[in-house]
């Protein structure tokens, strides 16, 4: 027992507890306005789930603060099988839920699983050990390789199966991001990008459904939806909401189009413009002020850490979260089209709670342990 207790006071003292701050903080806030968004409903059951979560989430957090991510980022091929496997029980525990097969339903579980919010951190971790594994030929044609591999490996399986092209941006976004921090010559990005404007037409004809396609050119193009009832409607009820919130919010528990409800995924994907229509833009300041802490905190246990892998995990994270926010904030006010990404911390998803504490556990563990070369300090290879 006294082993445990120190153990846990070495957690609390050399672990980030102020990421911890934000992260519980973020998630009550989020708990608060969860309530007040399903109060015209039975919503025992979503406060029940997501206080449970929280719980569980924080608990992971500390667990994974004392644990070494060096020991799991030496698993690279098993870090692989599990994704494809983990995706793959899509096929046969998947659920549909507005078109995508993006969730496992499991009868014993009080929520549902969907395996892109789990995968995503794995996938981190992979793309971070091998660009350690090549950290002196990060520009090579078998590092590069490598990459694009597993990149387009996740996303072609995820998309096959599920269908949703949305989540898998995240993948994409977060290979950029942290093949350019790592180090990769520009000229392979130019690579891409030639490779992208080829590959378009046949993925836009081919990949895309028309009801996404029409989701896009809709933001752009009137003729499609002239009447704002079919393609752009979710995307109306949105600005609606966070119009009639002005700058402090008609008051918790006050929203008219909230309570009415008027505004889709009102708890899960809209939470933004919930909040924007009982705190007004006061309360939506706020939101993105602590999701940016987050972010920013995770890119300054980055920065300052010694280890190259250990730095491009936190980089792949921050990533992640930030494509996250920006999404969900960007359909929210009409700027993106409709795309089902969660508000990190703030939607209600028992998954999407945990999974967004176990990648910040993994950065609270990077701060926590010393790298293994103090001297190896970072330098961007060409």
């Known amino acids: 027992m006294g082993k445990l207790f120190r153990r846990m006071k070495n957690v609390t003292k050399k672990g980030d507890m102020i990421l911890l701050a934000l992260c519980v903080t973020a998630t009550l806030f989020g708990l608060v306005m969860i ?10 059951r979503y406060i029940i789930i997501q206080s449970a979560c929280l719980i569980v989430g924080v608990g992971i957090y500390l667990a994974l603060t004392a644990f070494d991510i060096d020991i799991l980022a030496g698993q690279r091929t098993l870090l692989f099988l599990f994704n494809a496997f983990f995706i793959g029980l899509l096929l046969i525990f998947g659920v549909e839920v507005n078109g995508n097969r993006s969730w496992l ?3 014993f579980l009080p929520f549902n699983i969907q395996p892109a919010e789990v995968c995503k951190i794995t996938y981190v971790i992979i793309l971070a050990r091998t660009l350690s594994v090549n950290q002196t030929r990060t520009s090579s044609i078998k590092c590069v390789g490598q990459l694009v591999f597993h990149m387009l490996f996740i996303v072609g399986w995820y998309v096959f199966i599920s269908s949703d092209t949305g989540v898998s941006l995240i993948f994409i976004f977060t290979f950029l991001i942290m093949a350019y921090v790592g180090g990769v010559n520009g000229l392979w990005f130019l690579a891409g990008g030639g490779a992208i404007a080829v590959a378009a037409p046949f993925l836009w004809t081919n990949i895309m459904r028309q009801d996404q396609r029409n989701r896009i050119l809709a933001l752009y193009d009137n003729t499609i939806d002239p009447n704002g009832l079919d393609t752009m409607w979710q995307t109306n009820q949105n600005l609606k909401t966070l119009r009639n919130g002005g700058l402090s919010g008609q008051g918790l528990f006050n929203g008219m189009m909230t309570n009415s409800g008027a505004i889709p995924a009102r708890h899960t994907d809209s939470i933004f413009s919930t909040i924007g229509e009982q705190l007004g833009m006061i309360g939506c300041l706020a939101v993105l002020i602590l999701l940016f802490a987050i972010v920013a905190r995770v890119i300054y246990v980055g920065v300052k850490t010694p280890d190259y892998q250990n730095r491009l995990i936190c980089m792949g994270i921050a990533a992640m979260f ?10 929210c006010l009409g700027l993106l089209p409709v795309i089902g990404l969660a508000l990190p911390f703030f939607s209600y998803g028992g998954s999407s709670i945990i999974t967004s504490f176990i990648a910040m556990g993994i950065v609270s563990g990077i701060k926590m342990r010393p790298a293994p070369d103090p001297g190896a300090h970072y330098i961007r290879p060409y």
């Open 322 to 331: 930030l494509f996250q926010i920006i999404i969900n904030v960007g359909v």
């Open 105 to 107: 339903h499991f009868f």
């Open 35 to 44: 309530y007040a968004a399903t109060a015209t409903a039975d919503n025992s």
